[in-house]
């Protein structure tokens, strides 16, 4: 009898201990389990670096385009995908293929072109690795005016070139509003300060709208201390420089390169000379200039004749003999535009600018 009464009282007090226990566990979770302490522990190490996909989603709903820089996204948006960091990317693209067979057919179209690009564009011609993180913010300038044709081979091409270069790009047409003569040198001015609005790009490629690269070794990227002449010979001249001194056609300069010079002259109207005034400038700044391999620096140059308003400059050699004594007071400080429209297509940025008369 007396154990079984001694039982009794050692089961009732295991009891209530239990459920002072359960009491107490209840009460600390009332208190603390909405605190930011809990939920930290909770969700733990979930605070990671999106997914492009995600960055993509996220960046779009910000009203930007595709493939933008990662950021940290909160644990909502990647608790389905978590992604490890995107990296930089590797100095040499694994997807680059030398050089290709270029081929102009008559029937190729602007839809065509846009078809092709849909899904890695963004509106206004821009595009970034989806797998890592450029090592150059690149914009290509192509002046342009009365020549669709050319300017749809060439981002038939350009747009995959670059893409295959894994580089985070945008490219703008700078289009001459009107029929006064044509000026490349102006409107390269222009493009760099419109694009220079929109983004801070690390690199300037200057694109004639009819050179088509064959060969995707040739990075459009900058040298941080050289400015690059990409264009080393093309079809029309036997692949060979035309001079020692040519600096035409595709030149690549970091924004700081081309701020110092003054970039180019807004004085040359019509055709020829303002290349070369770019390299005095560049000359002047005690740079050197940069080129690619020959079997690697090499276009297609589109068959053309010469544009009615871009006529020989005749006033040229005068020009260039004077760029010593007016580069300082002529160039970026100096140029006056009205901008007409600005307009973010699929395949690029089209600025229409006024740029005034000779
Ligand atoms: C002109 C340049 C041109 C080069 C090659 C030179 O005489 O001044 O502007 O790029 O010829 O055609």
Redesign the pocket.
Known sequence: MMCCGACKVARRAKLLFLLLLSLGLLVWITTFAGSDTVRAIQEGPRMLWGSAGDLRNIHSLLGGGKRHPPTLLPADDLEKHPQPPLQICPERSPLLRGAIALTFPSSLSLSDVEEENREQLSPGGQSQPSDCISRQKVAVLIPHRNREKHLLFLLHYLHPFLQRQQLQYGIYVIHQAGDATFNRAKLLNVGYLEALKEQPWDCFIFHDVDLVPENDLNLYTCHAQQPKHLVVGRNATGYKL?YKG?F?GVTAMTREQFSRVNGFSNAYWGW?????DLRIRVELQKMKILRPPPEVARYTMVFHKRDSGNEINKD?MSLLRRTPLTWRSDGLNSCSYSTASIQRVPLYTNVTVHIGHP
């Open positions: 035309r040519y035409g020829g000379g303002e290349d070369d040229r």
